[in-house]
């Protein structure tokens, strides 16, 4: 059953995604090669997978578009933004010091950002995994990952 509980593919729709820096770009890459190497996904009440996940932001919603391997639909569904905005924001804030300080600061300064950066990260993982409580159980290194492609869609 475990082999049937995990993404196989995820894709960001590109039509809501501003414009990337490279770092930002990086990032995106990084979480959904490491989102599809190891991930837990199990929408509640479904044995279909592995699954396939389109996100995409539409009309202030998160849109998670779930299919099976074939990508015939299993289901979508919106979460609200708003319990993000703050998170988000202060997240993407803290990630440019981060991409700055890896350039010119001392391994101190670095290390300090970083320990920040991995708190709020933490934090919205955190916020995502309690809205998606009794839609889909994930764990949490797929939660993070998840957490880091929201915020590469929010960016506007």
Not at 19 to 39: H, T
């Amino acid at each position: 059953m475990a082999a049937r509980e995990r993404l196989i593919r995820v894709t960001l729709d590109e039509r809501t995604v501003a414009r990337r820096s490279p770092d930002i770009e990086q990032e995106r890459k990084i979480a959904i090669f490491d989102l599809l190497e190891e991930n837990h996904f199990a929408p509640i009440g479904d044995d279909r997978g592995p699954y396939a996940l389109r996100l995409a932001i539409e009309d202030s919603r998160l849109i998670l578009d779930i299919s099976d391997e074939a990508e015939a639909r299993i289901t979508v569904f919106g979460l609200a933004l708003s319990p993000f905005r703050r998170i988000v924001k202060d997240y993407w804030e803290i990630c440019e010091s981060y991409y700055e300080a890896i350039r010119s600061a001392t391994p101190s300064r670095i290390e300090a950002i970083d320990m920040g950066r991995r708190g709020l990260h933490n934090e919205g993982s955190d916020i995502l995994r309690e809205r998606l409580k009794g839609k889909i159980d994930i764990d949490d290194n797929t939660a993070r990952r998840l957490f880091t492609l929201l915020c590469v869609l929010h960016l506007r």
